[in-house]
């Protein structure tokens, strides 16, 4: 495939960072995702102005406009076939003479973008989309979840621990036993017809999906929301549970620890939301 870094197109095989570089040694950055279909961007606004404010948070002084980025993810679009795209954006601190902890001066990020598959945009229809059966297990990140850093050990690990038992996610509790979110994306329960999901803070990524789906319920729908803690019980309680990313969707959970959510089965609140999800979205 062809990739950018550093302002210039090339193969894959030809991109060359320093191992030097603080992406590498510390994690040291920022990314993104953004779901592109059929040449098509979706969130493309928000997912750059919650990298411009992660960069910021982190002191790395990099600021490109929304019109550079999307001529950039437009051309990898092109160069890459136009399909079902994740464009991933990374800027990292640079690459520094010595490994020091502290953020050097005068060095320049590296800039890094590649496109790579993800599914079709879902179908709002029972029978045609995936039922997600997930793990559960304890929250062990740090206390800056809210930043969409390069440092992904934690999540990498949260993830393994489902897969590796055959699930395709974790979803993950803090102290107190409440949700926070996935180890790659965020999550939900419908009680009674209310879409519940934890409030935004240091503990989980403010998803753009989870951002975009919730304003078009509140816009498109009668559909109740609350953004508030969920008790381990209440999810396991739940009638629907559902999880948010940029390349699922919205995607719904039928099994967690080997045990039904609701009856087993793929809810009608997550229909009436993919339908308007699919409808609104852009
Ligand atoms: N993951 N929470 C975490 C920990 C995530 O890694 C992600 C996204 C989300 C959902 O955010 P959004 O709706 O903006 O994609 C929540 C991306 C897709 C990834 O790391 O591949």
Redesign the pocket.
């Known amino acids: 495939s062809i990739v950018f870094l550093n302002n210039e197109f090339m193969p894959m095989e030809e991109a060359k960072i320093s191992p030097m570089d603080r992406g590498f040694l510390f994690g040291d950055g920022i990314?993104?995702?953004i779901?592109s279909y059929d040449g098509k961007l979706v969130?493309f606004g928000p997912?750059i102005d919650?990298m411009n404010q992660g960069l910021e948070m982190i002191g790395i002084q990099f600021n490109w406009s929304h019109e550079q980025w999307q001529s950039i993810c437009q051309q990898l679009i092109e160069k890459n076939g136009n399909g079902n795209l994740?464009l991933?954006l990374h800027v990292s601190r640079g690459a520094d003479e010595k490994r020091f902890h502290a953020y050097p001066d005068n060095v320049e990020p590296t800039v890094y973008a590649f496109a790579f598959d993800i599914p079709a945009a879902n179908i709002p229809d029972k029978s045609k989309v995936k039922g997600y059966r997930v793990a559960t297990t304890q929250d062990l990140r740090w206390q800056r979840?809210n930043i969409?850093s390069t440092a992904?050990l934690g999540?990498v690990m949260h993830f393994q621990h489902g897969h590796g038992q055959g699930y395709n996610e974790t979803i993950l509790f803090n102290a107190e036993n409440n949700l926070t979110?996935?180890?790659?994306?965020?999550a939900y329960i419908v009680k009674d017809g209310v879409v519940i999901t934890p409030p935004l803070d240091h503990q989980?990524?403010?998803?753009?999906?989870?951002?975009m789906l919730l304003d078009i319920l509140r816009k498109h729908s009668d559909i109740k929301i609350e953004e508030r803690n969920v008790s381990m019980e209440e999810v396991m309680s739940a009638d629907e549970v559902w999880l948010?990313?940029?390349?699922k969707e919205i995607a719904p959970v039928i099994e967690i620890d080997g045990k039904p959510v609701g009856n087993g089965e793929i809810g009608d609140t997550w229909l009436a939301a993919q339908t308007l999800y699919t409808q609104h979205k852009h």
Request: proline share 6%.
């Open positions: 990314y993104e995702v779901p969130g997912h919650r994740g991933y979840c969409k992904l999540n979110e996935g180890s790659a994306c965020n989980l990524l403010p998803g753009i999906t989870r951002h948010t990313s940029s390349s």
